[in-house]
Protein backbone atom coordinates (compact mmCIF):
# COMPACT_ATOMS: atom_id res chain seq x y z
CA UNK A 1 0.00 0.00 0.00
CA UNK A 2 1.58 3.02 -1.00
CA UNK A 3 2.12 5.53 1.79
CA UNK A 4 -0.05 8.38 2.55
CA UNK A 5 1.42 10.55 5.68
CA UNK A 6 1.68 13.47 3.01
CA UNK A 7 -1.38 14.02 2.03
CA UNK A 8 -3.59 16.72 3.69
CA UNK A 9 -6.94 17.71 4.04
CA UNK A 10 -7.70 21.71 3.06
CA UNK A 11 -10.56 21.39 4.96
CA UNK A 12 -10.49 21.66 8.35
CA UNK A 13 -12.72 18.43 9.85
CA UNK A 14 -15.35 20.99 11.50
CA UNK A 15 -16.55 22.73 8.79
CA UNK A 16 -16.11 20.25 6.35
CA UNK A 17 -16.70 16.87 8.18
CA UNK A 18 -18.52 15.37 5.69
CA UNK A 19 -15.66 15.94 2.68
CA UNK A 20 -12.94 15.22 4.92
CA UNK A 21 -14.65 12.05 6.30
CA UNK A 22 -15.31 10.60 2.90
CA UNK A 23 -11.68 11.34 1.88
CA UNK A 24 -10.13 9.62 4.63
CA UNK A 25 -12.36 7.17 4.57
CA UNK A 26 -12.39 6.09 0.77
CA UNK A 27 -9.19 6.04 -1.38
CA UNK A 28 -8.66 3.12 -1.58
CA UNK A 29 -5.55 1.24 -2.04
CA UNK A 30 -6.10 0.10 -5.52
CA UNK A 31 -7.70 1.01 -8.85
CA UNK A 32 -8.83 0.15 -12.05
CA UNK A 33 -7.30 1.52 -14.74
CA UNK A 34 -7.22 1.23 -18.48
CA UNK A 35 -3.90 0.36 -19.88
CA UNK A 36 -1.87 -1.33 -22.05
CA UNK A 37 1.23 -3.16 -21.67
CA UNK A 38 2.67 -3.48 -25.41
CA UNK A 39 1.84 -0.89 -28.43
CA UNK A 40 -0.53 -2.08 -31.01
CA UNK A 41 -4.24 -2.80 -31.76
CA UNK A 42 -7.58 -2.06 -30.05
CA UNK A 43 -6.69 -5.61 -28.49
CA UNK A 44 -3.94 -4.60 -26.31
CA UNK A 45 -6.23 -2.51 -23.77
CA UNK A 46 -6.69 -3.79 -20.93
CA UNK A 47 -8.85 -3.25 -17.55
CA UNK A 48 -6.58 -3.72 -14.74
CA UNK A 49 -5.88 -3.09 -10.88
CA UNK A 50 -3.12 -1.23 -10.06
CA UNK A 51 -2.01 1.27 -7.19
CA UNK A 52 -3.69 4.30 -6.41
CA UNK A 53 -1.09 7.15 -7.20
CA UNK A 54 0.66 8.43 -4.26
CA UNK A 55 0.93 12.45 -3.96
CA UNK A 56 4.19 13.63 -4.71
CA UNK A 57 5.63 17.75 -4.20
CA UNK A 58 2.67 20.29 -6.09
CA UNK A 59 -0.29 17.11 -6.66
CA UNK A 60 -3.72 16.65 -6.03
CA UNK A 61 -5.81 13.65 -6.68
CA UNK A 62 -8.74 13.74 -8.46
CA UNK A 63 -11.40 10.59 -8.49
CA UNK A 64 -12.62 10.30 -11.77
CA UNK A 65 -16.25 10.53 -13.10
CA UNK A 66 -15.36 11.35 -16.84
CA UNK A 67 -12.74 11.00 -19.09
CA UNK A 68 -12.17 11.97 -22.37
CA UNK A 69 -11.37 10.43 -25.49
CA UNK A 70 -8.67 11.49 -28.10
CA UNK A 71 -7.44 10.75 -30.96
CA UNK A 72 -4.41 10.98 -29.64
CA UNK A 73 -5.03 7.78 -27.20
CA UNK A 74 -4.84 5.79 -30.99
CA UNK A 75 -1.41 7.28 -31.82
CA UNK A 76 -0.29 6.28 -28.14
CA UNK A 77 -2.01 2.80 -28.70
CA UNK A 78 -0.57 2.28 -31.55
CA UNK A 79 2.99 3.49 -31.11
CA UNK A 80 3.31 6.76 -33.23
CA UNK A 81 4.11 8.21 -30.02
CA UNK A 82 6.47 6.90 -27.79
CA UNK A 83 5.32 6.23 -24.22
CA UNK A 84 6.66 4.30 -21.18
CA UNK A 85 5.42 1.08 -20.52
CA UNK A 86 2.89 -0.18 -18.45
CA UNK A 87 0.95 3.11 -19.66
CA UNK A 88 -2.21 4.25 -18.66
CA UNK A 89 -4.51 5.95 -21.50
CA UNK A 90 -6.26 9.20 -21.43
CA UNK A 91 -5.88 12.83 -21.63
CA UNK A 92 -8.11 14.66 -19.44
CA UNK A 93 -10.77 14.15 -16.73
CA UNK A 94 -13.41 15.37 -14.45
CA UNK A 95 -14.63 14.69 -11.04
CA UNK A 96 -13.99 15.27 -7.17
CA UNK A 97 -10.97 16.73 -5.60
CA UNK A 98 -9.97 14.31 -2.89
CA UNK A 99 -6.36 15.23 -1.95
CA UNK A 100 -4.28 17.60 -1.90
CA UNK A 101 -0.63 17.61 -0.91
CA UNK A 102 0.74 19.72 1.77
CA UNK A 103 3.06 21.07 -0.41
CA UNK A 104 0.42 22.85 -2.23
CA UNK A 105 0.05 26.09 -0.81
CA UNK A 106 -1.77 28.59 -2.83
CA UNK A 107 -4.85 26.48 -5.00
CA UNK A 108 -8.09 28.00 -4.73
CA UNK A 109 -9.36 24.47 -4.55
CA UNK A 110 -10.16 22.52 -1.86
CA UNK A 111 -11.10 18.68 -1.24
CA UNK A 112 -14.81 18.15 -2.44
CA UNK A 113 -14.73 20.40 -5.04
CA UNK A 114 -15.35 19.79 -8.51
CA UNK A 115 -12.83 19.93 -11.22
CA UNK A 116 -11.59 19.34 -14.34
CA UNK A 117 -7.77 18.17 -15.46
CA UNK A 118 -5.49 18.08 -18.18
CA UNK A 119 -3.76 14.97 -17.52
CA UNK A 120 -2.39 11.85 -18.66
CA UNK A 121 -3.52 8.53 -17.59
CA UNK A 122 -7.06 9.81 -16.87
CA UNK A 123 -8.96 6.41 -17.83
CA UNK A 124 -8.65 5.19 -14.10
CA UNK A 125 -10.45 5.85 -10.88
CA UNK A 126 -8.05 8.20 -9.27
CA UNK A 127 -5.65 10.33 -11.31
CA UNK A 128 -2.63 12.50 -9.89
CA UNK A 129 -2.56 16.15 -11.49
CA UNK A 130 -0.15 18.93 -10.76
CA UNK A 131 -2.32 21.26 -8.82
CA UNK A 132 -1.82 23.91 -11.39
CA UNK A 133 -3.08 21.68 -14.51
CA UNK A 134 -6.64 21.57 -12.46
CA UNK A 135 -9.42 23.85 -12.57
CA UNK A 136 -12.62 24.38 -11.05
CA UNK A 137 -15.79 22.96 -13.02
CA UNK A 138 -17.90 26.18 -13.27
CA UNK A 139 -21.25 25.98 -12.13
CA UNK A 140 -23.82 24.72 -14.70
CA UNK A 141 -21.52 22.87 -16.08
CA UNK A 142 -21.66 19.18 -15.90
CA UNK A 143 -19.07 17.01 -15.12
CA UNK A 144 -19.14 14.74 -18.27
CA UNK A 145 -19.21 18.61 -20.45
CA UNK A 146 -15.76 19.90 -18.80
CA UNK A 147 -14.50 16.23 -19.41
CA UNK A 148 -15.75 16.65 -23.07
CA UNK A 149 -14.60 19.67 -23.72
CA UNK A 150 -11.49 20.59 -22.02
CA UNK A 151 -8.57 19.28 -24.45
CA UNK A 152 -10.22 19.71 -28.01
CA UNK A 153 -11.78 22.85 -26.73
CA UNK A 154 -8.32 24.57 -25.66
CA UNK A 155 -6.62 22.84 -28.60
CA UNK A 156 -8.88 25.23 -30.75
CA UNK A 157 -8.74 27.87 -28.77
CA UNK A 158 -5.15 28.28 -28.63
CA UNK A 159 -4.57 27.43 -32.19
CA UNK A 160 -6.90 30.51 -32.76
CA UNK A 161 -5.44 32.90 -30.78
CA UNK A 162 -2.26 31.55 -31.24
CA UNK A 163 -1.12 29.53 -33.80
CA UNK A 164 -3.02 31.84 -36.88
CA UNK A 165 -4.24 34.86 -34.64
CA UNK A 166 -7.90 34.70 -36.30
CA UNK A 167 -9.19 38.04 -37.08
CA UNK A 168 -13.00 39.40 -38.55
CA UNK A 169 -13.07 38.80 -42.16
CA UNK A 170 -10.50 35.81 -41.79
CA UNK A 171 -11.05 32.94 -44.62
CA UNK A 172 -9.44 29.28 -42.87
CA UNK A 173 -10.17 26.42 -43.67
CA UNK A 174 -10.67 23.54 -40.86
CA UNK A 175 -10.66 19.71 -42.04
CA UNK A 176 -12.32 17.47 -40.11
CA UNK A 177 -14.50 20.27 -39.42
CA UNK A 178 -17.47 18.14 -37.62
CA UNK A 179 -14.94 16.37 -35.28
CA UNK A 180 -14.05 16.86 -32.10
CA UNK A 181 -11.29 19.90 -32.52
CA UNK A 182 -12.79 20.79 -35.40
CA UNK A 183 -16.17 21.30 -34.28
CA UNK A 184 -15.16 23.79 -31.54
CA UNK A 185 -12.90 25.56 -34.43
CA UNK A 186 -15.90 26.01 -36.36
CA UNK A 187 -17.87 27.15 -33.45
CA UNK A 188 -14.83 29.65 -31.87
CA UNK A 189 -13.55 30.88 -35.17
CA UNK A 190 -16.79 31.83 -36.55
CA UNK A 191 -17.29 33.60 -33.21
CA UNK A 192 -14.14 36.03 -33.65
CA UNK A 193 -15.71 36.79 -36.86
CA UNK A 194 -13.80 34.24 -39.30
CA UNK A 195 -15.35 33.45 -42.45
CA UNK A 196 -15.20 28.89 -41.99
CA UNK A 197 -14.94 26.76 -45.15
CA UNK A 198 -14.93 22.88 -44.09
CA UNK A 199 -14.21 19.88 -45.01
CA UNK A 200 -15.89 16.36 -43.85
CA UNK A 201 -16.56 12.86 -45.14
CA UNK A 202 -20.61 12.85 -45.44
CA UNK A 203 -23.51 15.29 -45.73
CA UNK A 204 -24.61 14.26 -42.32
CA UNK A 205 -20.87 15.87 -40.99
CA UNK A 206 -21.09 18.90 -43.28
CA UNK A 207 -24.98 19.85 -41.68
CA UNK A 208 -23.36 19.63 -38.36
CA UNK A 209 -20.38 21.42 -39.19
CA UNK A 210 -22.84 24.41 -40.93
CA UNK A 211 -24.97 24.66 -37.81
CA UNK A 212 -21.89 25.14 -35.90
CA UNK A 213 -20.35 27.83 -37.91
CA UNK A 214 -19.02 26.41 -41.03
CA UNK A 215 -20.20 29.08 -44.17
CA UNK A 216 -19.24 26.13 -46.64
CA UNK A 217 -18.73 22.86 -46.32
CA UNK A 218 -17.06 20.85 -49.01
CA UNK A 219 -17.83 17.01 -48.70
CA UNK A 220 -16.40 13.85 -49.82
CA UNK A 221 -12.55 15.02 -50.65
CA UNK A 222 -12.73 15.12 -54.63
CA UNK A 223 -10.68 16.27 -56.69
CA UNK A 224 -10.52 19.65 -56.94
CA UNK A 225 -13.68 20.80 -54.90
CA UNK A 226 -11.44 22.24 -52.08
CA UNK A 227 -9.88 24.50 -54.56
CA UNK A 228 -13.02 25.35 -56.49
CA UNK A 229 -14.36 26.22 -53.46
CA UNK A 230 -12.00 28.54 -52.01
CA UNK A 231 -10.99 30.33 -55.15
CA UNK A 232 -14.58 31.27 -55.60
CA UNK A 233 -15.25 32.63 -51.57
CA UNK A 234 -12.26 34.28 -52.45
CA UNK A 235 -11.91 35.59 -55.22
CA UNK A 236 -8.84 33.14 -55.60
CA UNK A 237 -6.60 34.72 -53.32
CA UNK A 238 -6.70 31.45 -50.96
CA UNK A 239 -7.39 31.11 -47.54
CA UNK A 240 -5.09 32.81 -44.86
CA UNK A 241 -5.07 30.05 -42.73
CA UNK A 242 -5.86 26.21 -42.86
CA UNK A 243 -6.31 23.98 -39.39
CA UNK A 244 -5.51 20.38 -39.95
CA UNK A 245 -5.63 17.63 -38.18
CA UNK A 246 -6.07 14.98 -40.70
CA UNK A 247 -2.18 14.80 -41.85
CA UNK A 248 -1.20 13.12 -44.97
CA UNK A 249 -4.53 12.77 -46.53
CA UNK A 250 -4.99 16.69 -46.74
CA UNK A 251 -1.27 17.54 -46.90
CA UNK A 252 -0.73 18.43 -50.71
CA UNK A 253 -4.17 19.70 -51.34
CA UNK A 254 -3.33 22.67 -48.47
CA UNK A 255 -0.35 24.32 -50.69
CA UNK A 256 -3.45 24.81 -53.72
CA UNK A 257 -5.36 26.73 -51.59
CA UNK A 258 -3.25 28.77 -49.12
CA UNK A 259 -3.37 32.55 -49.63
CA UNK A 260 0.17 34.73 -49.94
CA UNK A 261 1.62 35.49 -46.38
CA UNK A 262 -0.59 32.05 -45.22
CA UNK A 263 -0.29 29.92 -42.40
CA UNK A 264 -0.61 26.39 -42.46
CA UNK A 265 -1.19 24.90 -38.96
CA UNK A 266 -0.58 20.87 -39.06
CA UNK A 267 -2.21 20.04 -35.76
CA UNK A 268 -2.83 16.09 -35.83
CA UNK A 269 -2.80 12.90 -38.01
CA UNK A 270 -6.09 10.88 -38.17
CA UNK A 271 -5.27 9.49 -41.44
CA UNK A 272 -1.38 9.22 -40.65
CA UNK A 273 1.62 11.65 -40.06
CA UNK A 274 2.03 14.50 -42.99
CA UNK A 275 5.63 13.90 -44.66
CA UNK A 276 8.75 15.70 -44.88
CA UNK A 277 9.13 18.30 -47.14
CA UNK A 278 11.71 21.22 -47.75
CA UNK A 279 11.35 24.39 -46.49
CA UNK A 280 11.67 25.52 -50.39
CA UNK A 281 7.86 24.86 -50.57
CA UNK A 282 7.02 27.93 -48.40
CA UNK A 283 9.02 30.40 -51.10
CA UNK A 284 5.93 30.38 -53.30
CA UNK A 285 3.57 31.84 -50.85
CA UNK A 286 5.83 33.65 -48.00
CA UNK A 287 3.85 30.66 -46.27
CA UNK A 288 4.34 29.54 -42.50
CA UNK A 289 3.59 26.61 -41.32
CA UNK A 290 3.36 25.37 -38.12
CA UNK A 291 2.88 21.98 -35.64
CA UNK A 292 1.21 23.21 -32.36
CA UNK A 293 0.89 21.17 -29.24
CA UNK A 294 -1.88 22.21 -26.61
CA UNK A 295 0.61 21.77 -24.11
CA UNK A 296 3.31 23.61 -25.29
CA UNK A 297 -0.05 26.48 -25.53
CA UNK A 298 -0.86 25.37 -21.91
CA UNK A 299 2.72 25.00 -20.41
CA UNK A 300 2.27 27.16 -16.87
CA UNK A 301 -0.43 27.26 -14.37
CA UNK A 302 -0.91 30.78 -15.37
CA UNK A 303 -0.93 29.54 -19.23
CA UNK A 304 -3.75 27.04 -18.59
CA UNK A 305 -5.99 28.75 -15.74
CA UNK A 306 -5.72 31.81 -18.40
CA UNK A 307 -7.02 29.66 -21.74
CA UNK A 308 -9.46 27.42 -19.38
CA UNK A 309 -11.53 30.31 -17.94
CA UNK A 310 -11.76 31.86 -21.08
CA UNK A 311 -13.02 28.25 -23.30
CA UNK A 312 -15.38 28.15 -19.75
CA UNK A 313 -16.46 31.51 -20.43
CA UNK A 314 -16.99 30.83 -23.88
CA UNK A 315 -18.65 27.78 -23.42
CA UNK A 316 -21.02 29.69 -20.82
CA UNK A 317 -21.60 32.31 -23.56
CA UNK A 318 -22.90 29.38 -26.04
CA UNK A 319 -20.18 30.42 -28.50
CA UNK A 320 -18.70 27.06 -27.60
CA UNK A 321 -21.55 24.02 -27.51
CA UNK A 322 -20.44 20.33 -26.65
CA UNK A 323 -21.80 17.47 -28.66
CA UNK A 324 -20.83 14.38 -26.76
CA UNK A 325 -22.24 11.89 -29.32
CA UNK A 326 -20.65 8.43 -27.58
CA UNK A 327 -20.40 7.45 -23.89
CA UNK A 328 -18.37 4.87 -23.44
CA UNK A 329 -18.34 2.17 -20.48
CA UNK A 330 -14.90 2.11 -18.18
CA UNK A 331 -14.54 -1.19 -19.85
CA UNK A 332 -11.63 -2.81 -22.05
CA UNK A 333 -14.37 -3.56 -24.59
CA UNK A 334 -15.83 0.10 -24.38
CA UNK A 335 -12.78 1.65 -25.04
CA UNK A 336 -11.76 -0.58 -28.02
CA UNK A 337 -15.62 0.73 -29.76
CA UNK A 338 -14.46 4.13 -28.86
CA UNK A 339 -11.62 3.83 -30.75
CA UNK A 340 -13.23 2.03 -33.27
CA UNK A 341 -15.49 4.58 -33.73
CA UNK A 342 -12.79 7.55 -33.60
CA UNK A 343 -10.48 5.84 -36.48
CA UNK A 344 -13.54 4.35 -38.62
CA UNK A 345 -14.66 8.36 -39.62
CA UNK A 346 -17.64 7.34 -37.53
CA UNK A 347 -17.99 9.89 -35.04
CA UNK A 348 -19.13 13.66 -34.58
CA UNK A 349 -17.97 15.59 -31.56
CA UNK A 350 -17.00 14.38 -28.88
CA UNK A 351 -16.71 11.11 -27.03
CA UNK A 352 -16.21 10.39 -23.08
CA UNK A 353 -15.58 7.07 -20.78
CA UNK A 354 -17.69 7.23 -17.81
CA UNK A 355 -15.40 5.91 -15.52
CA UNK A 356 -17.89 6.26 -12.34
CA UNK A 357 -21.17 7.52 -11.08
CA UNK A 358 -21.03 11.20 -10.65
CA UNK A 359 -22.05 11.89 -7.07
N1 LIG B 1 -1.79 19.11 -31.52
C1 LIG B 1 -2.55 18.95 -30.46
O1 LIG B 1 -2.25 19.39 -29.36
C2 LIG B 1 -3.86 18.22 -30.63
C3 LIG B 1 -4.79 18.21 -29.59
C4 LIG B 1 -6.00 17.54 -29.79
C5 LIG B 1 -6.24 16.90 -31.00
N2 LIG B 1 -5.27 16.91 -31.95
C6 LIG B 1 -5.49 16.27 -33.25
O2 LIG B 1 -6.67 16.80 -33.80
C7 LIG B 1 -7.22 15.84 -34.70
C8 LIG B 1 -8.68 15.68 -34.34
O3 LIG B 1 -8.76 15.04 -33.08
P1 LIG B 1 -10.17 14.68 -32.46
O4 LIG B 1 -9.89 13.93 -31.21
O5 LIG B 1 -11.00 15.89 -32.43
O6 LIG B 1 -10.73 13.64 -33.53
P2 LIG B 1 -11.92 13.86 -34.57
O7 LIG B 1 -11.64 15.05 -35.42
O8 LIG B 1 -13.19 13.81 -33.82
O9 LIG B 1 -11.82 12.56 -35.45
C9 LIG B 1 -10.94 12.51 -36.54
C10 LIG B 1 -11.64 12.91 -37.85
O10 LIG B 1 -10.64 13.02 -38.84
C11 LIG B 1 -11.22 12.76 -40.10
N3 LIG B 1 -10.39 11.84 -40.89
C12 LIG B 1 -9.94 12.08 -42.12
N4 LIG B 1 -9.23 11.06 -42.56
C13 LIG B 1 -9.24 10.13 -41.61
C14 LIG B 1 -8.68 8.83 -41.52
N5 LIG B 1 -7.96 8.28 -42.51
N6 LIG B 1 -8.88 8.14 -40.37
C15 LIG B 1 -9.57 8.67 -39.37
N7 LIG B 1 -10.13 9.90 -39.41
C16 LIG B 1 -9.96 10.64 -40.53
C17 LIG B 1 -12.60 12.16 -39.85
O11 LIG B 1 -13.56 13.17 -40.17
P3 LIG B 1 -14.27 13.07 -41.63
O12 LIG B 1 -14.92 11.72 -41.65
O13 LIG B 1 -15.22 14.19 -41.66
O14 LIG B 1 -13.15 13.20 -42.64
C18 LIG B 1 -12.60 11.87 -38.36
O15 LIG B 1 -13.90 11.95 -37.82
C19 LIG B 1 -6.39 14.57 -34.53
O16 LIG B 1 -5.43 14.54 -35.55
C20 LIG B 1 -5.71 14.78 -33.19
O17 LIG B 1 -4.53 14.08 -33.07
C21 LIG B 1 -4.11 17.57 -31.79
Not at 254 to 260: F, G, H, K, S
Not at 289 to 314: G, M, S, V
Request: glycine share 10%.
Amino acid sequence: MPPRINIRLRFPLATNLHFTHRTMSTIPTTMKALLIHKQGGPEEIKLETIPVPTLGEGEVLVKVNYAGVNFIDTYLRGGLYPVALPFTLGQEAAGTLVAVHESVKDSKLSVGDKVVAYVGGSYAEYVKVPAGKVFAIPSGVKTSEAAGVLTQGLTALTMLRESHAVKKGDWIVVHAAAGGVGLNLCQIASHFGAHVIGTTSTLEKAELARQNGAEIVVVGGKEGELQAAVNKATDGQGVIAIFDGVGKATFDVNWEILARKGTFVTFGNASGPPPEFSPLKLVKGNWKITRPTLNNFIFTPEEFHTYAAELFQLMHDKHVRLLISHVAPFTAEGLVEAHALLTGRQTVGKLVVEVSKDE
